[in-house]
C-alpha cells in the first residue's frame, strides 16, 4: 500500500484533524491525493480537469485555523466556478470555450473553510441525466463495478470519494443528482432544503428552485460541517432557508428522539421496485424499529401524472435557459451538431415552452410541494427506496435503440422517488446501508420536512453508528491497489 493510502479513507474531520494538530501538513495531505487520482482516475474517469499546480500553490497558504484546513476536494464542473478554470457542464458546446472569471460564491466559501480544490469531475451533459456518460468527456465509472452506472449528475464526484481519491467533493442536485450518485457509490448524500447554500453571483437560483448546491461525503458528520461551512444566503439572493437552530455539526450525535417515519414504495413514475431496493427499504425499517422509532406504511396523496408532466417541462425548459445561456456567454449561436442527440431534442422541446405553460407547470409543482409539506405534518420523515434499482449497466440511459416509452420507464426508475423533494424544496438524504449480493450499494432515502435538516442529521448518525459504512471498500479503491 503507498503512503498516500494510508489517508485515503480517513474522513474530511479527521484529515483536517491532523493538519491541526501538526501530524502532517496541509501540502503533503493534498500531495497525497493527487498521487491517488493520478494512480486511479484512469479506471475511472471522474476527475476530467487536473489543477495539480493550482492546488500545490494554495495548499501552501492554506489557513491553519480553517475547519477543513488542508483536505483535498473536488468540484464538480456543473455551476461551481473556479477563477481561470475551464467550466465544460459536460458539454463539447463548451469545451475548451469557456474560463472562469471568478469563484462562485459556493466555492469561494469551500476555499475560506480550507478546502483545497484539486479537479473538476466529470457530469452528464447539462447534468440532465441519471448516469454520468458524457460523449465529451466519457463515461465515469463506478469503482463497485467498472461496468456499471454512478448515477448522475454528480456521478464523477461520487465515483471520486468513494473510491478515496479525496474525502468528500461538490456536488447538486436538480432531480437527484445528488442522492442518486450516493446510492449507487455507497456514499452519504444530502439534498440541502432549497437555497441553503448560495449559487451566485451568476445565478439566483437553477431551474426555478429546483436546483440545490452541497456535497457528497462518507461520514454524515462532514455533510453536516460542510453544510455549516457553506450555508446562509449571499447578497441579494431572491430568497433563503429558514435559519437553524444550532450549528450542523452539533446535530451529529445529539438525539433524535422517537421519530414517526413513514414507509413507502409508492414512486410519481409508477416504478417497479427491485427486490435488492426493496429489502434495503425494509431493513432499514426495521433497524429504525430496533432504535425505538415509530415505522409505518404512508404515502402522500400526490398526483402522480400531473406532477411528473410538470417535471417534464420544468426540465426541458431548464434544458433551453441552460444553453441559451451559455450561448450568450460565450457569443456561440448553438447548432445541432455541437450536442448530445437527446439534450438537442430536451432543448428543442423546451424551446417550445411558452412562458404562460412554464409557470403553470411550476404552479402544480408548487402544489404538490404543499400536498407533501402537509403529509408530513404527521410525520418526522418519509423513508423510500432513492432508485427502483440497483447500479445499471452503462449505456442503460442511451435512448438509442429502445422505445420512447422504454427510455422513459428506465428514467423514470432512477428518478421516480427524488424528483418530489427538487419540487417542494425540501430536504432529502440518501444513506448507504445496504450492499447486493454482487456486491452493489443501495441507498436508502430519508426525506425530511422543509428547512429541517436537523433531524435528518440526527437520524443519520445514529443509523451511521449502528450499521457503519465509511470503512467499506469497493474493488476500484486507494486502499484496495
Known amino acids: 500500500m503507498a503512503a498516500s493510502d494510508e489517508l485515503a479513507f480517513l474522513d474530511a474531520t479527521a484529515q483536517a484533524a491532523l493538519v491541526r494538530q501538526g501530524e502532517i501538513t496541509a501540502a503533503e495531505l493534498v500531495e497525497a491525493a493527487l498521487e491517488r487520482i493520478a494512480r ?70 469551500f476555499r475560506r473553510a480550507g478546502l483545497v480544490v484539486c479537479g473538476k ?40 470519494v468513494a473510491a478515496g481519491l479525496v474525502p468528500a467533493a461538490h456536488a447538486n442536485d436538480g432531480g437527484g443528482s445528488i442522492r442518486i450518485p450516493a446510492a449507487c457509490c455507497g456514499l452519504f448524500g444530502l439534498k440541502p432544503t432549497r437555497a441553503r447554500n448560495p449559487m451566485g453571483p451568476e445565478l439566483g437560483d437553477a431551474g426555478g428552485g429546483l436546483a440545490v448546491e452541497h456535497v457528497v461525503t462518507r461520514s454524515v458528520r462532514d455533510s453536516a460541517a460542510l453544510l455549516d461551512a457553506t450555508s446562509g444566503p449571499d447578497i441579494g439572493d431572491p430568497y433563503w432557508a429558514p435559519p437553524p437552530e444550532r450549528p450542523f455539526a452539533q446535530e451529529c450525535g445529539r438525539d433524535p428522539g422517537q421519530l414517526r417515519i413513514a414507509l413507502s414504495f409508492a414512486s410519481l413514475s409508477g416504478a417497479t421496485v427491485a427486490d435488492d431496493c426493496r429489502e434495503a427499504v425494509l431493513a432499514t425499517a426495521r433497524l429504525c424499529e430496533e432504535l425505538g422509532h415509530v415505522v409505518e406504511e404512508a404515502t402522500p396523496a400526490l398526483a402522480p401524472q400531473p406532477t411528473i408532466k410538470a417535471f417534464g417541462r420544468a426540465w426541458t425548459a431548464f434544458a ?30 423546451g424551446e417550445r415552452v411558452s412562458a404562460g405553460n412554464y ?32 447500479p445499471v449497466p452503462l449505456g442503460y440511459f442511451d435512448p438509442a435503440g429502445v422505445s420512447r416509452e422504454e427510455f422513459l420507464t428506465r428514467i423514470g426508475e432512477y428518478s421516480g422517488f427524488t424528483n418530489i423533494a427538487n419540487a417542494s424544496g425540501n430536504p432529502a438524504m440518501s444513506v448507504p446501508l445496504h450492499w447486493t449480493a454482487d456486491g452493489l450499494p443501495v441507498g436508502v432515502q430519508f426525506t425530511g420536512r422543509f428547512g429541517d435538516e436537523a433531524t435528518l442529521f440526527r437520524l443519520a448518525a445514529q443509523l451511521e453508528q449502528a450499521r457503519p459504512w465509511g470503512q467499506r471498500r469497493p474493488p476500484v479503491a486507494a486502499a484496495a491497489a
Open 359 to 390: 409557470l403553470l407547470a411550476m404552479q402544480e409543482l408548487q402544489k404538490a410541494g404543499r400536498t407533501f409539506a402537509r403529509f408530513l405534518t404527521g410525520y418526522d420523515v418519509w423513508l423510500t427506496p432513492v432508485v427502483a434499482r440497483p
Open 320 to 349: 433551453s435557459w441552460a444553453i441559451k445561456g451559455w450561448a450568450a456567454t460565450i457569443g456561440r449561436e448553438p447548432t445541432e451538431a455541437d450536442f448530445e442527440p437527446l439534450t438537442w431534442q430536451m432543448f428543442q422541446s
Open 40 to 109: 486511479d482516475n484512469p479506471a475511472l474517469n471522474a476527475v476530467i480537469t487536473p489543477m495539480d499546480d493550482l492546488a500545490r500553490t494554495e495548499a501552501a497558504k492554506v489557513d491553519p485555523a480553517a475547519p477543513f484546513a488542508g483536505v483535498p476536494f473536488l468540484l464538480k464542473d456543473l455551476v461551481a466556478d473556479y477563477g481561470g478554470v475551464p467550466t465544460a457542464s459536460g458539454s463539447a458546446f463548451l469545451k475548451g470555450r469557456y474560463v472562469a472569471k471568478q469563484d462562485s460564491e459556493l466555492v469561494a466559501r
Open 121 to 160: 469531475t466529470n457530469t452528464p451533459e447539462f447534468g440532465l441525466l441519471p448516469t454520468t456518460e458524457p460523449a465529451a468527456f466519457g463515461a465515469s465509472r463506478n469503482p463497485w463495478d467498472l461496468k456499471r452506472t454512478t448515477g448522475g449528475s454528480s456521478g464523477g464526484s461520487a465515483a471520486a
